[in-house]
């Protein structure tokens, strides 16, 4: 029978050893689980998604442009109708051109007229010898039509003579404006026009049309005064015999135009003439050729291409629409994942950060519209809207970042926009040049009008590639083409110099946005007349000559290895401003004065030693000065001991244990971790070389004699002991890197260090300045 109890144990030995058992999670996988890999897809996505929806709204039109030359014929590709432009003008123009020019009556001529001859009738009322004489003069009245009005008058019995009279009136009038008198400009041009023209009556019959069609030849000229009297002659005959001479008299005395020629009207009526005509379309089937090759595309064939896009489009399935897109996505997301796959193996901070890889998909995604953008506000100026967003993504990048990583995304980014816009492959040759020669010039930002002589250059290399390309596909050159190509290279040269001109006005921006900082920043922070150097050198002299040795020293060494030399000599200059708050507290300060720390416990001392680390980073936090600075600040010692006060610290211990009557010491001493700076180690490379000259430097100035090989000597033991010590293990600095980095300190401390002639005693210094120079 088993033992339980043996059972018992042995099941809680299977326990512990399969959690001390690693998971067997394969590789691959392990590598997905890992935070910058995640950000990295999720970016990558991002891209593609959003270039895709880019390059989609891009194409979702016609891919030619007005004042387009074809290279190769167009044909449809898929049935369509379109409006014939020509046909449907010409009968546009037809149906405005059939509308007759509209008269209308003199208004006020037919009044007066109206209103005399409606008079007439108030005569009859009086005698004829009581009529006033200028009156019976001036409508030429007889005195058998005075009395033939009297007798009309009293025809009438029941009191309608009024009535009748004025029917009678409106009867002439309306056949006196039966025919239209026209003033001599208005008939000259009807005459000229020819055929018919309307008139607007302005008495019509209840049972008449209100206007009608007159023929020019029956039109009368009013200076025309044989044809007018003759006409008022033959219009005077409707009223009685009597009084025929009257009424024509009263016509005669002030002839006007009877109508007037009517613009407004004319020009409304020829307007919905014009409008109403419907277009006349032309049938095109597929294959059908919409334009000849070598063709400029004007305003009519733009319409008909956009037309039969618009049909593609609508016919277009689902199917085949989602295929399409697909493919133009599919190729985004292979480009994006290129980008991101360089990003992960090129050691680069942005997959760390995700603010920082989402400023550069953003960065790339807005480069992408403004193409798009640019494209569509200078479609015949293709090397100027659309270069320009790729080259200010590319020298953005330069300058945050480094010249591979620029270089890679740059021409990632120029494919991207060749994609997105359909463009051939000259176009890509043209952007890659223009990406390449600016990445190469930017290696260093040291002057404000670097990026101007960037863009400048740039502009030049991508208008002299554009060329060299225009003449591979058009090796017989005509006159048009050479004014093309003129056009397109000063395009792409300005378009280089736009965009070297807005980084450097937006470069403080850029800074900001992206956290860091660039030579130029770097070069003005070096600056010894920037307050927190001024204070350094009046409060602290010591420290600050000990900054001075330390960034020619970084310098030299980072130059060495490829590093950022300018960033580690500022970053040395301010590496110790928190000693400020105490100088007095660092033996370089102290100029052979009493040792402050005498009177303090080794704790005490320890703590304001530690301290100006913590005092440098809020200092430096109170002037603004950029992150990568402080991190100098704070890393410059890394998580190092502070070796003089852990061992007085110790020693002190011992004299204790030994009062205390112990006859040895227990060795036990205070703990190495409490006297170690708070860290952090250094992250960059620039920070390790900043860490190793700080330590070199204080050795190699207590050193009694600095020679050669003792500067040597002091430089590898302090390089191995930090190494040995860990203080690399956060950044990429390698054991080759750290071989360059010694030589170029040892290098850097005997210059620093050399040898000078000793004067003989007594003779002065010139007369050996002199003796010296002559044995030289």
């Given at each position: 029978?088993?033992?339980?109890?043996?059972?018992?144990?042995?099941s809680?030995?299977?326990?512990?050893?399969?959690?001390?058992?690693?998971?067997?999670?394969?590789?691959?996988?392990?590598?997905?689980?890992r935070?910058?890999?995640?950000?990295?897809?999720?970016?990558?996505?991002?891209?593609?998604?959003?270039?895709?929806?880019?390059?989609?709204?891009?194409?979702?039109?016609?891919?030619?442009?007005?004042?387009?030359?074809?290279?190769?014929?167009?044909?449809?590709?898929v049935?369509?109708?379109?409006?014939?432009?020509?046909?449907?003008?010409?009968e546009?123009?037809?149906?405005?051109?059939?509308?007759?020019?509209?008269?209308?009556?003199?208004?006020r001529?037919?009044?007066?007229?109206?209103?005399?001859l409606?008079?007439?009738?108030?005569?009859?009322?009086?005698?004829?010898?009581?009529?006033?004489?200028?009156?019976?003069?001036?409508?030429?009245?007889?005195a058998?039509?005075?009395?033939?009005?009297?007798?009309?008058?009293?025809?009438?019995?029941?009191?309608?003579?009024?009535?009748?009279?004025?029917?009678?009136?409106?009867?002439?009038?309306?056949?006196?404006?039966?025919?239209?008198?026209?003033?001599?400009?208005?008939?000259?041009?009807?005459?000229?026009?020819?055929?018919?023209?309307?008139?607007?009556?302005?008495?019509?019959?209840?049972?008449?049309?209100?206007?009608?069609n007159?023929?020019?030849?029956?039109?009368?000229?009013?200076?025309?005064?044989?044809?007018?009297?003759?006409?008022?002659?033959?219009?005077?005959?409707?009223?009685?015999?009597?009084?025929?001479?009257?009424?024509?008299?009263?016509?005669?005395?002030?002839?006007?135009?009877?109508?007037?020629?009517?613009?407004?009207?004319?020009?409304?009526?020829?307007?919905?003439?014009?409008?109403?005509t419907?277009?006349?379309?032309?049938?095109?089937?597929?294959?059908?050729?919409?334009?000849?090759?070598?063709?400029?595309?004007?305003?009519?064939?733009?319409?008909?291409?956009?037309?039969e896009?618009?049909?593609?489009?609508?016919?277009?399935?689902?199917?085949?629409?989602?295929?399409?897109?697909?493919?133009?996505?599919?190729?985004?997301?292979?480009?994006?994942?290129?980008?991101?796959?360089?990003?992960?193996?090129?050691?680069?901070r942005?997959p760390?950060?995700?603010?920082?890889?989402?400023?550069?998909?953003?960065?790339?995604?807005?480069?992408?519209?403004?193409?798009?953008?640019?494209?569509?506000?200078?479609?015949?100026?293709?090397?100027?809207?659309?270069?320009?967003?790729?080259?200010?993504?590319?020298?953005?990048?330069?300058?945050?970042?480094?010249?591979?990583?620029?270089?890679?995304?740059?021409?990632?980014?120029?494919?991207?926009?060749?994609?997105?816009?359909?463009?051939?492959?000259?176009?890509?040759?043209?952007?890659?040049?223009?990406?390449?020669?600016?990445?190469?010039?930017?290696r260093?930002?040291?002057?404000?009008?670097?990026?101007?002589?960037?863009?400048?250059?740039?502009?030049?290399?991508?208008?002299?590639?554009?060329?060299?390309?225009?003449?591979?596909?058009?090796?017989a050159?005509?006159?048009?083409?050479?004014?093309?190509l003129?056009?397109?290279?000063?395009?792409?040269?300005?378009?280089?110099?736009?965009?070297?001109?807005?980084?450097?006005?937006?470069?403080?921006?850029?800074?900001?946005?992206?956290?860091?900082?660039t030579?130029?920043?770097?070069?003005?922070?070096?600056?010894?007349?920037?307050?927190?150097?001024?204070?350094?050198?009046?409060?602290?002299?010591?420290?600050?000559?000990?900054?001075?040795r330390?960034?020619?020293?970084?310098?030299?060494?980072?130059?060495a290895?490829?590093?950022?030399?300018?960033?580690?000599?500022?970053?040395?200059?301010y590496?110790?401003?928190?000693?400020?708050?105490?100088?007095?507290?660092?033996?370089?300060?102290?100029?052979?004065?009493?040792?402050?720390?005498?009177?303090?416990?080794?704790?005490?001392?320890?703590?304001v030693?530690?301290?100006?680390?913590?005092?440098?980073?809020?200092?430096?936090?109170?002037?603004?000065?950029?992150?990568?600075?402080i991190?100098?600040?704070?890393?410059?010692?890394?998580?190092?001991?502070?070796?003089?006060?852990?061992?007085?610290?110790?020693?002190?211990?011992e004299?204790?244990?030994?009062?205390?009557?112990?006859?040895?010491?227990?060795?036990?001493?205070?703990?190495?971790?409490?006297?170690?700076?708070?860290?952090?180690?250094?992250?960059?490379?620039?920070?390790?070389?900043?860490?190793?000259?700080?330590?070199?430097?204080?050795?190699?100035?207590?050193?009694?004699?600095?020679?050669?090989?003792?500067?040597?000597?002091?430089?590898?033991?302090?390089?191995?002991?930090r190494?040995?010590?860990?203080?690399?293990?956060?950044?990429s600095?390698?054991?080759?890197?750290?071989?360059?980095?010694?030589?170029?300190?040892?290098?850097?401390?005997?210059?620093?260090?050399?040898?000078?002639?000793?004067?003989?005693?007594?003779?002065?210094?010139?007369?050996?300045?002199?003796?010296?120079?002559?044995?030289?």
């Amino acid at each position: 029978m088993a033992n339980p109890r043996s059972a018992k144990s042995s099941s809680a030995r299977r326990r512990e050893v399969r959690k001390k058992r690693p998971d067997r999670v394969p590789a691959w996988l392990a590598k997905l689980r890992r935070r910058d890999v995640t950000w990295a897809m999720l970016f990558t996505l991002l891209l593609a998604l959003g270039g895709g929806a880019i390059a989609i709204t891009a194409r979702s039109g016609t891919q030619y442009h007005r004042n387009q030359v074809v290279t190769e014929p167009v044909v449809a590709r898929v049935t369509f109708n379109a409006v014939n432009e020509e046909l449907t003008r010409r009968e546009k123009e037809a149906a405005r051109a059939s509308v007759t020019e509209v008269y209308r009556a003199n208004s006020r001529a037919l009044e007066n007229l109206r209103e005399e001859l409606l008079g007439l009738l108030g005569i009859a009322e009086q005698k004829f010898d009581e009529i006033d004489p200028q009156m019976v003069e001036a409508v030429s009245l007889t005195a058998e039509g005075h009395a033939a009005l009297v007798d009309f008058q009293q025809s009438e019995q029941d009191g309608s003579a009024g009535q009748r009279w004025q029917q009678r009136v409106d009867l002439m009038l309306r056949t006196f404006f039966a025919v239209p008198i026209l003033s001599e400009a208005d008939y000259d041009a009807a005459v000229a026009r020819g055929g018919l023209i309307t008139v607007i009556h302005p008495l019509p019959e209840p049972t008449q049309p209100a206007e009608s069609n007159v023929f020019f030849s029956a039109l009368l000229n009013v200076e025309d005064h044989t044809a007018v009297y003759e006409r008022v002659e033959q219009v005077s005959s409707r009223m009685p015999d009597a009084l025929q001479s009257t009424v024509m008299n009263m016509l005669l005395a002030d002839v006007q135009p009877t109508y007037f020629y009517d613009d407004e009207t004319t020009a409304a009526r020829k307007f919905v003439a014009f409008d109403s005509t419907p277009d006349v379309y032309d049938s095109y089937m597929p294959g059908d050729l919409l334009v000849p090759a070598e063709t400029r595309i004007d305003d009519q064939y733009f319409q008909l291409l956009q037309r039969e896009a618009q049909a593609f489009r609508s016919q277009e399935s689902w199917t085949r629409f989602l295929i399409a897109r697909s493919g133009l996505v599919g190729t985004l997301l292979m480009l994006s994942a290129a980008v991101w796959l360089y990003v992960l193996r090129s050691g680069s901070r942005v997959p760390h950060n995700p603010v920082r890889g989402l400023a550069v998909t953003t960065l790339l995604l807005g480069g992408q519209a403004l193409a798009v953008i640019g494209a569509g506000m200078s479609p015949s100026m293709p090397f100027g809207g659309v270069t320009f967003p790729t080259l200010l993504v590319t020298i953005v990048l330069a300058v945050v970042y480094s010249q591979p990583f620029a270089l890679v995304l740059g021409a990632a980014h120029a494919l991207i926009v060749t994609v997105t816009l359909d463009k051939p492959v000259g176009f890509a040759l043209v952007l890659l040049a223009g990406v390449s020669i600016a990445v190469w010039q930017l290696r260093e930002v040291r002057s404000r009008s670097k990026l101007v002589v960037v863009g400048a250059v740039t502009g030049l290399v991508m208008a002299g590639t554009l060329t060299v390309v225009w003449l591979i596909d058009h090796p017989a050159m005509t006159l048009e083409q050479w004014r093309r190509l003129g056009i397109d290279a000063a395009a792409a040269a300005a378009s280089g110099f736009a965009a070297g001109l807005l980084v450097q006005g937006m470069l403080p921006l850029i800074e900001r946005a992206f956290k860091v900082t660039t030579a130029m920043t770097l070069k003005e922070l070096n600056d010894n007349a920037r307050p927190l150097l001024k204070r350094l050198a009046h409060e602290a002299p010591g420290t600050y000559q000990h900054s001075l040795r330390i960034a020619d020293m970084a310098e030299a060494a980072a130059d060495a290895i490829g590093c950022d030399g300018l960033l580690c000599r500022v970053g040395a200059m301010y590496h110790d401003i928190g000693k400020i708050n105490k100088p007095q507290y660092f033996i370089e300060n102290q100029g052979g004065g009493p040792n402050k720390h005498r009177k303090l416990s080794p704790a005490m001392s320890l703590l304001v030693i530690v301290g100006h680390v913590k005092d440098g980073v809020e200092m430096a936090r109170e002037y603004g000065l950029p992150r990568v600075l402080i991190h100098f600040i704070e890393s410059h010692h890394g998580t190092t001991l502070v070796e003089y006060f852990y061992h007085a610290a110790k020693k002190k211990q011992e004299e204790k244990q030994l009062e205390a009557g112990q006859a040895e010491p227990d060795g036990e001493g205070p703990s190495e971790f409490e006297f170690r700076y708070p860290g952090p180690k250094p992250q960059s490379r620039e920070a390790a070389i900043m860490l190793i000259c700080d330590g070199i430097e204080a050795a190699a100035r207590a050193c009694d004699e600095p020679t050669p090989a003792r500067l040597q000597q002091i430089t590898h033991s302090i390089a191995m002991k930090r190494l040995l010590d860990g203080q690399f293990d956060e950044c990429s600095l390698t054991l080759a890197d750290l071989a360059k980095v010694e030589s170029a300190i040892v290098k850097t401390l005997c210059a620093i260090y050399h040898s000078r002639i000793k004067y003989p005693a007594g003779e002065r210094p010139e007369r050996a300045d002199r003796g010296a120079a002559a044995t030289a």
